[in-house]
């Protein structure tokens, strides 16, 4: 397969500038990809696929999905991994009966995203893996800080690299200068495999509702998320 001459433009020139001011991937790198079936992660795993097949970057990378108790045929994304030769692991994790069965929590996300991430952390390290790979993009960035901002007082948001000290690990988010709507078309124009979230609170989270807000003021100042990306950059802090 020849790259599209399309893709630099619309996505892989995006992907390594940020690779390279945060020095995301490096010779050599083994990298444990969170793949959900989600339309993010699919996307990175198909840009990752790209890079290190026809760029200059050299790494190995896998999927690593997380079984969490739910009913999910993860065939589509396994099909995926299988034609593009991308190793496929599952990783069993019973996150579902921890937060909807036995916490109960009325709140889930935090407590599932906290258990996810250790989750995935743990199965890289057991893969050998020296970074772990996120499908965050420049929405997820904006939107995490005006939850931040919103809910709990704070201007923070997370980082493009996140350096684990006590695991050994570091964090990467290849896609933090793309903006969802190109993850979106990403995905629709492949064809990418996107497997149905289960959890009973897709939808109606704090995220959700600050998502809206986000794509109300982009309406009257489309290169809200551009700038506030730059502004980030300006200050440093996403150093």
């Not at 690779?19 to 198909?46: E, F, H």
């Not at 099909?79 to 019973?94: K, T």
Request: charge should be positive; charged fraction near 25%.
């Amino acid at each position: 397969m020849a790259v599209k001459r399309t893709y630099s433009k619309w996505f892989l020139t995006p992907v390594k500038r940020a690779s390279k001011r945060y020095g995301m991937i490096t010779p050599g790198d083994r990298i444990a990809v969170g793949a959900s079936g989600g339309k993010d992660s699919s996307a990175l795993l198909y840009i990752l696929w790209v890079l290190k097949n026809y760029s200059f970057l050299h790494f190995d990378f896998r999927a690593v999905f997380l079984d969490m108790g739910w009913q999910v045929d993860t065939e589509p994304l396994a099909a995926f991994c299988r034609e593009h030769d991308i190793p496929f692991h599952v990783e069993p994790a019973p996150i579902r009966a921890i937060v909807f069965e036995h916490r109960r929590e009325e709140h889930p996300c935090a407590l599932c995203s906290h258990l996810r991430r250790g989750a995935l952390n743990e199965a890289a390290r057991r893969l050998g893996c020296n970074k772990v790979a996120l499908g965050h993009h420049l929405d997820d960035l904006l939107e995490t800080f005006l939850m931040n901002w919103f809910y709990n007082g704070r201007f923070a948001t997370f980082l493009p690299v996140t350096d684990l000290s006590k695991s050994g690990l570091k964090v990467i988010r290849p896609l933090i200068y793309l903006s969802e709507a190109t993850v979106s078309s990403l995905a629709r124009v492949e064809n990418l495999p996107v497997l149905s979230n289960p959890c009973p609170a897709a939808g109606k989270t704090k995220r959700h509702e600050v998502k809206a807000v986000v794509n109300l003021l982009a309406r009257r100042y489309p290169y809200l998320r551009e700038r506030f990306l730059t502004a980030l950059e300006a200050v440093g802090w996403l150093e």
